[in-house]
Nanobody
Framework: QVHLVESGGGLVQAGGSLRLSCAAS????????MGWFRQAPGKEREFVAA????????EYPDSVKDRFTISRDNAKNTVYLQMNSLKPEDTAVYFC?????????????????WGQGTQVTVSS
C-alpha cells in the first residue's frame, strides 16, 4: 500500500515563506520522480514542481520558478517544497505526487500516487 502524507501547510502573509514536506511510506521512492501539484477552488489541478530520483533534475512552471524549490532526501523517503515570496494567487490545496520507478519527469497529472493534500492560504 502506497501512502503519501503532506505537512507544513498553513496561513501566511504575502511575501512570506512556507516549507511543505511529503513523507512516503509503503515502499521506497528513491528511484521515483516525485513532485507537487496544487488546486485552487474552481480551478484545475496545476503542476508546481517535480524532481528526478537523484535530485539532479527539477522542473517548474513559470508561475513559481525562482520562488519555489523542490528537494528530496531519499534516505528519509521525503520530498520538500520550499515556497518563498508567496503571493495570494498561490493559495490552493497542495498535493504531493510520486510516479512509478523509471518514469521521467512529467508536468501532466498522470502520477499514480497522490497524497491527501495540505491547504496553503496566502493573505494579501
Amino acid at each position: 500500500q502506497v501512502h503519501l502524507v503532506e505537512s507544513g501547510g498553513g496561513l501566511v502573509q504575502a511575501g512570506g515563506s512556507l516549507r511543505l514536506s511529503c513523507a512516503a511510506s509503503g515502499r521506497a521512492f528513491s528511484t521515483n520522480v516525485m513532485g507537487w501539484f496544487r488546486q485552487a477552488p474552481g480551478k484545475e489541478r496545476e503542476f508546481v514542481a517535480a524532481i528526478s530520483w537523484r535530485g539532479s533534475s527539477t522542473e517548474y512552471p513559470d508561475s513559481v520558478k525562482d520562488r519555489f524549490t523542490i528537494s528530496r532526501d531519499n534516505a528519509k523517503n521525503t520530498v520538500y517544497l520550499q515556497m518563498n515570496s508567496l503571493k495570494p494567487e498561490d493559495t490552493a490545496v497542495y498535493f504531493c505526487v510520486a510516479h512509478r520507478a523509471g518514469v521521467q519527469i512529467t508536468t501532466l497529472p498522470t502520477y499514480p500516487y497522490w497524497g491527501q493534500g495540505t491547504q496553503v492560504t496566502v493573505s494579501s
